[in-house]
C-alpha cells in the first residue's frame, strides 16, 4: 500500500494555541544552533514555529568566531539558543551582550553564570510533565498546576530530557520545575530581568549581573521532536516577554504554515485566533484573486465558513492532488468598533507524490523492522547485498537503519554490497503486499535518492624495490577511532617491524601528519594497538602510543622527545607473545633508544605494518619508507595488504532499479556508488512499461548493485544510502528569460567609457550606458573591448573599491518562483572575487535576497547564483534585480560579460 506523507509538524498543535498571545510582526531572531544533520530536524520545527509567529530568523552555526558572534548577537532583536550547540563554544563569547536571550538548556549555562551547580548524571524525564510554581506569570503561558509538555518520554533521538545540572540563583523567577529520573526536583523555567544579580560570576569574567533578561527554557534537544502544544506554548510565551510584545487581533500561525508543500489531501486547517476574535470568516479556494478579494457582502464562492466558533476548517474530501490552494482568516467580535480584522493571504500546495518507501516507520522490533519488507542477499552466494546494520548496540543508540546520514526525516536504509566473488551482483527487493496502481492520480515518475561513498583515498607501491611511497587520508590515529591508511601483513605469535621513515609530506602544512609503524588487533577503527609515528614538529618529535582498551582513548607515552627525531628516522616496535610491547627509536639504524614498556591485550591473527595519516580528511599525504624488515616475525614477506581504515569508502560500481524481477533500468553513471552527496534519481515510468511492466499492477521494487547483465565480471564492495522512494507528478520545470537590458554591454558601442549614469570619469565621454546604474561615480569602471566577451564585443569592467553596479528589471517576483542568474566574468587584473546579488526593489530599497562571492580565474567563465522567493517571502509583488561587484583588495579589476536572468516555478 502506499503511504500518504502527513506534513506540517504543528497541524493539531493551533487549535491548543488558541488562546495564547499573538505576537506582532517584525523581531529579527538569532537562532544559534549545531546546525548538523543530527540535531537539524528538532531545531528546524522550532525555527518554523518561530517563523510561523512572523519573526525574521537568521540561523547562526555555534562553529562561528566568538567576533562573528557578538556581532550578530548585538544586532538581533532576540537571541534564541538551541540546546543542540555546544554550550563551550559560544559560553563565554555573548555573556555581556545587551540583548535579550532565550536559552534551551538550564543546566548548561552555568559559564553564563546563570545556575549553581547541581547533578551531572540524571537529566533523563521521569514522566513528561513539569509543575508551574508561579501561574500568574506571563512565562507561565496561562497554564498552572500539572502541565504535560511532551508527546512520548523518548524521541528518535534518544531518552528526553530536561534541564536538571543546576538551580536558579535567588534573583531569578522560577516559572516551573519538574522530578527527573534522578528524583530530585530541578528548576525548568525561569527569568532574570536584566540588571538582576547572578548566582555565580560568568566565566568570562564579565560583571555578576544579567547583561539582558535571560529566559532559561529547559527542554533538552533530545525532547525537541515530542514537544506537545503546551512546549510550544512555553516558546512563544518566552519570545513574546522577551521582545515585550503585546497581544494582536489578527489571525496567526496558520496550519499548513504559509507556503508549505508536500500537504496532505486529507488536510485539516487551523489557526491561532486573535485576541479578540469571537468568530471567523473563512475564505479558501484555487484562486488567488478571489481568496484575496472576497467578503460577506461579496463571497465570489469561496467564503466557506461564515461567523464560524472554532479557529479551524475541514475542506471534506481529498484535495486536489498537487494542488496550489489560498485561503485567509478575518476575525470577528461584533462588539468591538475595529472588528472584523483582515488576516493575511495563505497558501500551500497539497502532496503531488506518493510514497514507496521512505523509511520511517521501521523500528528494531518485528514485524515493523526492516528485515520484515526488504529481502537482501542473506544466505545466498551470488547476491552480495545486505540491507540493515548487523547487531546495533541499542542501549548507545544505534538502529538497523541509519539515522545520521539522512535525506529527510530521521532514518535512511544503509546497504552493504559486495560483488566480489563468489557474489556477482547485489540486489534489495521489497514487495508489496498487494499490487500498487504506479498511474494513481496521474503520476509519472519514479524518484529515489542515494548516495554513495569516495573511493579509496590511500595507496601502497613499492618501487624501486625496497622503497615503499604510501599516500593516505585521515583525521588522524588518536582518540577513540582512527582514520588513516595501512599496508599490513598478519601475524600470530611475536611480532617485529623495523622501518625506515624517509620523507613525508605534509598538507597545508600541517606538521600533525604522522607517518610510522603500527601492530593492531584488528581493521576496526576502534581497534587496540600500538605505534610508533613520526611528525614533522620538533615539540612533538616521535608519538610513542597506544590504545590499550577497544574503542576507548589513545594515550601517549611520556619519554625524551629528541627535536631531531624527525624524517629521515629510524623506528622499531616489537610485540611478545605475550602482548608486551617495545618501541625503539634511532637516527641511524645502529644506536637504539628504547622507550617505556607496554602491556595491550591482543588477539590471534593480528596485523603489523606501515601506517600514514594526513590529519586532514579533506587532503591526502605521501610518506615513504625504506629498510622494511620483519625479525622473527611469522609473516609472508612478499605480499602486503593496503586500506583505507576507518574512512568509508566505496568500490566503483553501476546501480540499477527494477520492478518486478524482471525490468532494469540502470543509472547514467557507471560509477555510481562513488556519488558522495545525496543525489536525487528520476527515472520516467514508462521506461519500465516499455520493458513490459504493467503500471497498475506493480509488485515489487529492487535496487542493485553491480552489472547483473555481465555476472561474469568481478567487482567491488562498499557502503551506500537511500531514501525517500516516490511516485511524482510530471516535475518538468519550464524557463521564462527576464529581460536585462543591454545584458552584454553592446551599448552605446562607440569607445571606451568610465562611468554608469552618463557622468563620465577622467576624461571619458559622460555617454550614458543604458540599462546599469552605480550609486557614485566611479573612479575605474564601465565598458570596454578585448576581454574575451562571450555576446558581442564589448564587456563590462569594474575595479575594486567602485560601488556597484546594479539594473532592476520589470519582473514581479510571485510565488513560487525559482530565479537562476548567470554571468561571464574573469580576472582582467589582480582581481579574484566578484559578489552576485540578487535583491527585491522594496520602494525604491535594493534589499539583497541571496547573495554568492565566487573567485574568479584569468578564463571567461560562466557563474552562476539561485533564488528562491519561498525562501525571501517578502519578497512576492516586488521587483527583481541584479547587483555585481568587484569585492577583491587593492587594486584590480574583473571582466564581466552575457547577463542572464531566467525564472521557473516550482
Known amino acids: 500500500m502506499f503511504f500518504k506523507k502527513f506534513t506540517g509538524i504543528f497541524i493539531c ?428 492520480e496521474g503520476v509519472k515518475e519514479l524518484s529515489l535518492w542515494f548516495k554513495g561513498n569516495p573511493p579509496y583515498t590511500g595507496s601502497f607501491l613499492e618501487a624501486p624495490v625496497g622503497t615503499y611511497t604510501m599516500t593516505g587520508s585521515g583525521t588522524d590515529i588518536w582518540g577513540k577511532a582512527d582514520e588513516f591508511h595501512f599496508a599490513f601483513k598478519e601475524f600470530a605469535g611475536a611480532g617485529t617491524i623495523i622501518a625506515k621513515v624517509e620523507s613525508i609530506d605534509p598538507v597545508n602544512a600541517n606538521k600533525d601528519t604522522k607517518a610510522g609503524v603500527m601492530i593492531r588487533d584488528s581493521l576496526e577503527p576502534g581497534s587496540t594497538n600500538t605505534a610508533l609515528l613520526c611528525t614533522l614538529d620538533p615539540e612533538k618529535g616521535l608519538r610513542f602510543q597506544n590504545r590499550s582498551v577497544l574503542n576507548d582513548t589513545t594515550a601517549r607515552e611520556d619519554a625524551d622527545m629528541d627535536p631531531n627525531a624527525i624524517p629521515p628516522y629510524w623506528l622499531k616496535l616489537q610485540r611478545t607473545s605475550g602482548g608486551l610491547i617495545r618501541a625503539y627509536r634511532s637516527p641511524d639504524g645502529i644506536k637504539w633508544t628504547q622507550f617505556g614498556l607496554k602491556q595491550i591485550s591482543m588477539e590471534e591473527p593480528m596485523y603489523i605494518g606501515l601506517a600514514v595519516t594526513s590529519h586532514d580528511a579533506g587532503m591526502t599525504s605521501k610518506a615513504v619508507f625504506s629498510n622494511v624488515s620483519f625479525h622473527d616475525t611469522n609473516v609472508d614477506i612478499l605480499q602486503w595488504t593496503d586500506q583505507d581504515i576507518g574512512m568509508l569508502s566505496n568500490e566503483p560500481e553501476s546501480m540499477y532499479v527494477i520492478l518486478d524481477g524482471s525490468a532494469k533500468i540502470y543509472y547514467d553513471d557507471p560509477n555510481a556508488t562513488l556519488i558522495n552527496d545525496w543525489t536525487e534519481w528520476t527515472i520516467p515510468l514508462q521506461n519500465f512499461a516499455d520493458r513490459g511492466i504493467d503500471l497498475t499492477s506493480v509488485n515489487s521494487i529492487g535496487i542493485g548493485i553491480g552489472d547483473k547483465d555481465n555476472p561474469q565480471q568481478d567487482g567491488g564492495s562498499g557502503t551506500m544510502y537511500f531514501d525517500d522512494i516516490r511516485l511524482y507528478l510530471p516535475r518538468s520545470v519550464e524557463t521564462k528569460e527576464i529581460v536585462v537590458e543591454n545584458f552584454s554591454f553592446e551599448l552605446p558601442g562607440t569607445e571606451k567609457i568610465k562611468g554608469w549614469n552618463g557622468e563620465g570619469v577622467a576624461g571619458t565621454p559622460a555617454v550614458d550606458i543604458p540599462g546599469w546604474s552605480s550609486d557614485a561615480v566611479v573612479v575605474d569602471s564601465g565598458v570596454e573591448t578585448g576581454y574575451t566577451p562571450t555576446d558581442g564585443d564589448w564587456t563590462a569592467f569594474l575595479m575594486s573599491g567602485d560601488p556597484s553596479v546594479w539594473q532592476s528589471t520589470d519582473y514581479t517576483i510571485a510565488e513560487g518562483d525559482i530565479f537562476e542568474l548567470k554571468v561571464d566574468a574573469r580576472i582582467t587584473w589582480a582581481a579574484t572575487n566578484l559578489q552576485m546579488i540578487l535583491y527585491y526593489d522594496d520602494s525604491g530599497a535594493r534589499i539583497p535576497a541571496v547573495t554568492s562571492e565566487v573567485t574568479l580565474t584569468d578564463d571567461m567563465q560562466e557563474y552562476a547564483l539561485s533564488l528562491s522567493a519561498a525562501d525571501v517571502p517578502e519578497s512576492v509583488g516586488k521587483n527583481i534585480g541584479i547587483e555585481l561587484s568587484n569585492s577583491s583588495s587593492g587594486d584590480s579589476w574583473i571582466g564581466l560579460d552575457n547577463i542572464r536572468l531566467v525564472v521557473s516555478k516550482e
Request: net charge negative; hydrophobic share 40%; with cysteine.
Open 13 to 440: 498543535l493551533a487549535l491548543a494555541l488558541s488562546f495564547s498571545i499573538t505576537v506582532a510582526k517584525g523581531a529579527n531572531i538569532l537562532f544559534i544552533s549545531a546546525m548538523d544533520e543530527a540535531t537539524g530536524p528538532g531545531d528546524e520545527a522550532l525555527r518554523v514555529f518561530i517563523e510561523g509567529l512572523g519573526h525574521t530568523v537568521i540561523m547562526f552555526d555555534d562553529d562561528e568566531t566568538e567576533a562573528d558572534t557578538e556581532v550578530a548577537a548585538a544586532e538581533a532583536d532576540l537571541v534564541f539558543i538551541s540546546e543542540s550547540v555546544s554550550s563551550s563554544k559560544i559560553r563565554e563569547e555573548i555573556t555581556e551582550i545587551e540583548t535579550p536571550m532565550v536559552i534551551t538548556e538550564s543546566w548548561g549555562w552555568d559559564e553564563m553564570g546563570l545556575i549553581t551547580g547541581g547533578g551531572e548524571d540524571a537529566p533523563d524525564v521521569a514522566t513528561t510533565n513539569i509543575e508551574i510554581v508561579e501561574p500568574g506569570h506571563p512565562l507561565a503561558a496561562g497554564l498552572s498546576g500539572t502541565a504535560s509538555v511532551l508527546t512520548d518520554i523518548a524521541s528518535s533521538r534518544g531518552p528526553a530530557r530536561f534541564g536538571g545540572h543546576g538551580a536558579a540563583g535567588s534573583a531569578a523567577t522560577v516559572i516551573a520545575t519538574a522530578k527527573l529520573s534522578d528524583g530530585l526536583t530541578w528548576d525548568i523555567i525561569f527569568v532574570y530581568e536584566k540588571g538582576a544579580q547572578l548566582p555565580v560570576p560568568p566565566a568570562d569574567g564579565s560583571p555578576q549581573v544579567a547583561a539582558d533578561m535571560r529566559i532559561c527554557l529547559g527542554f533538552d534537544e533530545q525532547s525537541y521532536l515530542v514537544w506537545n502544544e503546551n512546549a510550544y506554548l512555553f516558546l512563544e510565551a518566552a519570545i513574546n516577554y522577551a521582545l515585550g510584545l503585546k497581544p494582536q487581533p489578527k489571525a496567526g500561525i496558520p496550519k499548513p504554515y504559509n507556503g508549505e508543500v508536500d500537504v496532505a489531501q486529507e488536510a485539516l486547517l487551523s489557526w491561532k485566533k486573535g485576541a479578540y476574535a469571537v468568530t471567523h470568516n473563512v475564505y479558501f479556494g484555487k484562486t488567488v484573486e478571489d481568496v484575496n478579494a472576497a467578503d460577506p457582502t461579496n463571497p465570489l464562492d469561496v467564503l466557506v465558513g461564515e461567523n464560524q466558533t472554532i479557529n479551524a476548517y475541514d475542506p471534506y474530501g481529498l484535495l486536489d492532488f498537487g494542488g496550489t490552494y489560498y485561503w485567509r482568516v478575518d476575525e470577528v467580535n461584533d462588539l468591538d468598533p475595529n472588528s472584523p480584522w483582515r488576516g493575511d493571504l495563505w497558501s500551500f500546495t497539497v502532496i503531488n507524490y506518493f510514497i514507496v518507501d521512505d523509511f520511517e516507520g521501521y523500528t528494531d522490533y518485528t514485524p515493523n523492522d526492516i528485515f520484515s519488507s526488504w529481502s537482501d542477499g542473506f544466505g545466498t552466494d551470488e547476491n552480495g547485498a545486505l540491507v540493515g546494520y548487523d547487531n546495533p548496540d541499542f542501549d548507545a543508540g544505534e538502529h538497523f537503519l541509519e539515522t545520521m546520514e539522512v535525506k529527510s526525516g530521521t532514518q535512511s536504509l544503509p546497504y552493504f554490497y559486495n560483488n566480489i566473488p563468489p557474489a556477482t551482483y547485489s540486489e534489495a527487493t521489497l514487495a508489496f503486499s498487494e499490487p500498487q496502481d504506479w498511474t494513481k
